[in-house]
């Protein structure tokens, strides 16, 4: 299987569950009923699209099989993903962030900013020493300080650190 | 040396003094400290809301005794704004400001943390008087020809309002109760498209706030022919009640301070005994009739409450009647 | 008249309001350079001051903010692809490209001066036409911006291209986003899934960086960890070179690649006055209009998205051309068509002048003097942002190692800041997860984010039509100006498919 051809199925399939998925939860949903036309019907028009697209995605695919011109499929140029890399990084990145907000708001901005940003330079930075490890992040939770909280007036919980 | 030894002196009777009133407050009720207060206002920049915010952190912060910060949390309809303040260390440092969409009418129609109870009221600021208006060419002019007009053609007007059972929608919800009139009802996003279709001639008529057609009515572009109120608007006193008409349907929205109910009486007392001097003073006063803030006759915690209550009872019964339609 | 003039100018041009242009054009160009924050936050953080300045001194001070905001926000944009303000978001896709192949100077110079040829363009307009164009904005109830909103959605499909398919899937998801909350008819809370958070929709901001920054930021995550694990180390040579590899006299904008750059930008600057015109289109939607008629129209369609000047000229220009013809209404009629013109409004009721018709008459000096600081604002911006650009553009050029999670951090917190709203960030973090996604499935984002703008305006407009009409779908096309609409858009796809099948 070529890697193209797998990746358009699965858009394909992502987009037409989506879209079935979508007018289920119409069905079932419970919507307040509105004037002449039902409150859906932006919601229900965009899943018409979203199956309408992946009917195309799929039908693509058929005609550039039985063509043989499997080469051309998807869009032209598209980034081949390290799949590894981008999955070290969401975890380290995105669900470091939900950690890192949570503490924002219950522990403090700047101890906070200090401590994610040092793990993130020490995971991430092909070349972080120890050096740059003690003064980059205390840097960036001084300039995050001085921007949100004496510039801007950010509201934020009382922390309970700093 | 001698200079030095004055500092000192001072020095000391200053730590001798705030221990002092540290001890004094210690012993009484909680009191406001001098932490910064934050104004919290469920709506966005700019609005008339802020200006009103705005001019009481301009010129309360010295009565009472600190800075005061204006906060807009617009997120989640304003409920976000609402959360915070309810969620906040009940010290009276974290106030509400709004009108009764947001405490009464929101909190009654959505699932919220709070009850309409939980929120008390320590400044009545004023109260805001939903107005009707049509284009000036259009064939009605007064609250008769419209009444007359929707009884012959029930359902073709088409009438204008921000969102629904908001504050300039719940009058019009009443007056056809009491009239049995009908009309459509275009929800938009707010009194400036609401003014912009009216002026464009989509729309028959449509409710808005005085202040933000005064200009156009003064000009002659616009005419306001109800106001839903007791009096008269003070920026618009040409224009007829539509209690004077004879429809016994008034309904002025209250723009109150709040403080969440666990905040201790004597903090809510000392937080509306200070608002309300600061917006005594001259330049709040002139700040706000620039503005058309209306904050000329702003009245404390007993007035505010009351206020409340009133206010309450008549949007749970409006909703109520809704509901049974 | 000449009197008039000379009084006006005399205000406008006072040593002290002078001077707050400056400090308000610095301000903004460095608020609007941080992700998140924009013109408009630091105008409404500045209003209660308005009460203590002159009038002149206090609309030189907001004017020169706003300004330097919106050429700020494609700072931002071009040197991490984080949009610092909504209408940068077109901005970032190819100005973060041509600063990825080392070309930063030359990116930041072609939008700092076609943000100043547009926000001109469209400043003359206000001054010279404000009246009569305020007067066809009027002109359009629901049926019509139904009709400019289906155009529009017919542009974005147009604009992906080669991907239609996927491009309109995108779209579809944007519209869906923007679905989520309080239905603008009933008031009814729907597509939450039982989040009290969601009751209110999902904000601009979030999404936005969300789509485009955060997930740009986690792919160069990716590649740094994959650089890091091989330990292709940059060692001390290696850093050097980078820096030095970077020679900025030869990023220099060419006399040239500036006159290719032109018609893009006027396309930018015609499309941006009249989108800012039209009451509550907004900023992004123009910069996203201007972008994909700059590429049908461009020589070198196929350089979009790649890191091609035009895009980045169109899209700037488009953006800052909705800085002055957004006030169109707000002087006309006191609408204010814009959050920015909201706050502006704001201002004049503070200083004591009340924006509507005779807002000109009762006060014709100040406002003629405002008009000057209008147009004088904008010099301010090109000389302190050409002052400031070669600094730009080597923090552009500043370690990845580093820059990537401060600027990660630098949108968390910003986006925070924006509404002080705790779900935006959660909403940030999901757009991000969404963009990544998406990306790895080979869809484009644009068309998904100008899904989002419209689809709410679109919505509202077709079904108060369908109100005033009662029930008939019929009435949609009741009026010349929505035929209008639809027709070009039938003769722009007829063009379009004629020009692609011709160039094959």
């Not at chain 3, 996927?166 to 869906?176: M, S």
Request: a negative charge.
């Amino acid at each position: 299987m070529n890697h193209t051809l797998v990746k358009e199925l699965l858009a394909a399939v992502v987009v037409l569950s989506l879209g079935i998925a979508g007018l289920i939860h119409i069905q079932l949903g419970a919507w307040r009923p509105a004037p002449l036309v039902p409150s859906y019907i932006m919601p229900q028009t965009a899943y018409y699209f979203l199956i309408a697209s992946g009917v195309w995605i799929l039908g693509a695919i058929g005609i550039f099989t039985a063509r043989k011109r499997l080469a051309n499929l998807g869009t032209p140029n598209a980034e081949q993903h390290d799949l590894v890399a981008v999955g070290m990084s969401v975890s380290v990145m995105l669900i470091g962030a939900v950690f890192y907000f949570l503490s924002v708001l219950n522990i403090g901005l700047v101890v906070s900013t200090v401590v994610f940003n040092a793990i993130l330079v020490a995971v991430l930075a092909p070349n972080a020493s120890l050096k740059t490890l003690a003064t980059v992040p205390p840097l960036v939770g001084i300039v995050v300080w001085l921007l949100f909280v004496k510039l801007i007036g950010m509201t934020l919980p009382t922390p309970l650190l700093f | 040396m001698q200079i030095k030894r004055a500092k000192i002196a001072t020095a000391v009777s200053a730590a001798f003094l705030t221990c002092a009133a540290g001890l004094a407050t210690a012993d009484s009720s909680p009191s406001l400290g001098n932490d910064p207060i934050r104004i919290v206002m469920p709506y966005g920049a700019g609005g008339s809301t802020d200006i009103t915010a705005r001019i009481i952190a301009a010129n309360a912060a010295e009565h009472c005794g600190t800075r005061i910060d204006v906060v807009s949390m617009p997120g989640a309809g304003g409920m976000e704004g609402l959360q915070f303040v309810a969620d906040a260390t009940p010290n009276g440092h974290t106030i509400l400001m709004a009108d009764y969409s947001a405490t009464i009418t929101q909190t009654l129609t959505e699932e919220t943390d709070w009850e309409v109870e939980d929120w008390s009221p320590i400044v009545h600021l004023t109260d805001w008087k939903p107005t009707v208006y049509v284009k000036a060419d259009h064939e009605i002019q007064s609250i008769e020809e419209w009444i007359e007009l929707a009884e012959a053609q029930p359902n073709s007007l088409v009438f204008g309002h921000a969102d629904p059972l908001s504050l300039v929608h719940l009058p019009l919800v009443m007056l056809e109760m009491e009239t049995g009139i009908q009309n459509v009802h275009l929800p938009t996003t707010g009194g400036g498209e609401t003014r912009t279709m009216i002026l464009g001639g989509h729309i028959d008529l449509g409710m808005t706030l005085p202040p933000s057609i005064v200009s156009n009515v003064n000009s002659g572009e616009v005419t306001a022919i109800g106001v839903f109120a007791e009096e008269r608007s003070d920026v618009l006193p040409d224009v007829p009640t539509f209690k004077e008409a004879g429809y016994d349907v008034s309904f002025e929205a209250p723009l109150l301070v709040y403080t969440y109910s666990s905040v201790p009486e004597s903090i809510q007392q000392e937080l509306s005994e200070c608002i309300m001097k600061g917006l005594e003073t001259d330049t709040a006063q002139t700040m706000s009739a620039q503005a058309s803030a209306g904050l000329n006759n702003v009245q404390g915690l007993e007035s505010a409450q009351a206020i409340y209550r009133d206010t309450t009872a008549r949007v749970s019964e409006v909703l109520a009647a809704i509901n049974e339609e | 008249m000449l009197d008039l003039i000379i009084q006006a100018s005399q205000l406008a041009f006072h040593p002290y309001v002078l001077m707050y242009v400056f400090l308000g054009v610095l301000l903004g160009i460095t608020l609007g350079a941080i992700p998140g924050l924009s013109g408009d936050m630091a105008i409404a953080l500045l209003l209660p001051f308005v009460f203590f300045l002159e009038p002149a001194m206090a609309m030189g001070l907001l004017v020169g903010i706003y300004k330097g905001g919106l050429f700020g926000g494609s700072i931002s944009a071009i040197s991490f692809g984080v949009p610092g303000t909504p209408g940068a978001a077109a901005t970032s896709i190819d100005g973060y490209q041509a600063k990825l192949k080392g070309k930063p100077s030359k990116a930041l110079h072609t939008a700092l001066y076609s943000s100043v040829i547009g926000d001109t363009t469209s400043d003359l307009v206000l001054i010279f036409i404000a009246v009569p164009l305020a007067a066809i904005a009027l002109t359009f109830g629901p049926i019509e911006f139904f009709a400019l909103y289906a155009f529009s959605l017919i542009l974005i499909a147009a604009l992906s291209q080669g991907v239609v398919a996927k491009g309109l899937a995108v779209a579809a998801i944007g519209i869906l986003l923007a679905m989520i909350g309080r239905d603008p008819i009933t008031g009814a809370v729907r597509m939450t899934f039982g989040i009290p958070g969601l009751a209110g929709g999902l904000s601009l901001i979030p999404v936005l960086i969300g789509i485009f920054a955060i997930s740009e930021v986690v792919f160069q995550g990716a590649k740094l960890w994959r650089r890091k694990v091989d330990k292709i180390m940059d060692d001390v040579a290696n850093q050097a070179s980078l820096l030095q590899g970077y020679d900025i006299s030869k990023d220099k904008l060419t006399w040239a690649e500036f006159k290719f750059t032109l018609k893009a930008t006027y396309i930018g600057a015609a499309v941006g006055t009249f989108i800012g015109a039209l009451p509550g289109a907004g900023q992004s939607l123009a910069a996203f209009m201007s972008y994909g008629l700059a590429q049908r129209f461009s020589k070198r369609p196929e350089d979009f998205g790649k890191g091609s000047l035009e895009g980045i000229a169109s899209a700037e220009s488009g953006n800052s051309a909705t800085a002055g013809s957004t006030f169109i209404p707000l002087f006309a009629f006191g609408i204010p068509g814009s959050a920015t013109a909201a706050l502006f409004g704001a201002a004049f009721i503070l200083m004591g002048m009340t924006p509507g018709p005779s807002l000109l008459s009762d006060n014709t000096e100040i406002i003629y003097a405002l008009f000057f600081t209008l147009i004088f604002a904008n010099l301010v911006n090109l000389v302190l942002g050409k002052l400031l650009l070669p600094y730009y553009s080597r923090i552009a050029m500043i370690q990845p190692g580093y820059m990537i999670p401060a600027v990660f951090i630098l949108a968390i917190i910003g986006t925070y800041a924006a509404n002080n709203s705790t779900m935006d960030v959660w909403v940030l973090l999901f757009a991000g997860l969404l963009g990544i996604t998406l990306k790895l499935l080979s869809f484009p984002l644009a068309p998904l984010v100008l899904g989002f703008i419209i689809g709410p305006g679109a919505e509202r407009a077709l079904r108060q039509s369908m109100i005033m009409g009662g029930g008939d779908w019929w009435v949609l096309v009741k009026s010349p100006i929505a035929i209008g609409f639809y027709i070009a858009a039938f003769v722009l796809i007829l063009l379009f498919t004629l020009a692609l099948r011709a160039k094959k």
